[in-house]
């Protein structure tokens, strides 16, 4: 769909719960795998269920996802619906923080609007349980 060399994306997962998106995106071959997940029960479950399945180019943070600073390199950022604000929140991070490409993948988009009005992602593919976005390119000289 988005023609890209994922081997040189990070994925990151915000709202990992048990570890299940990371999973499932690991046949991509992505540079390196994140989970960001706040409650700290769901962080040892992923950190095993990574673990049972051989992901040595994993991680889970246990961290909100409002707090979460990205990393300076092309990512894939997986999110499941949050809150409107907490939405706005993530998606002003990514604003601040996204160097590089980035790829959105939203899940149960419920609040799409803040997308839509962030200025700096664009729709790609949408269906009604999923969305995804990219970064515009940026503007000429």
Known sequence: ???????????????????????????????????????PTLVETARKNLAKVGLSNSVIICDDASAYRCPPCDLVVFYNPFAAELMRTVVDN???DARGELCGIYVRPMHVAVLRVCGFLEPVFS????????????PGP
């Open 127 to 138: 269906r009604p349980n999923l969305t995804v976005w990219k970064s515009k390119a940026a």
């Open 94 to 96: 990514l604003r601040a």
């Open 1 to 39: 769909m988005l023609g890209r060399d994922w081997r040189r994306f990070t994925f990151i997962d915000l709202g990992a719960g048990k570890g299940r998106a990371l999973i499932a995106s690991a046949p991509f071959d992505f540079k390196s795998l994140v989970g960001v997940e706040f409650v």
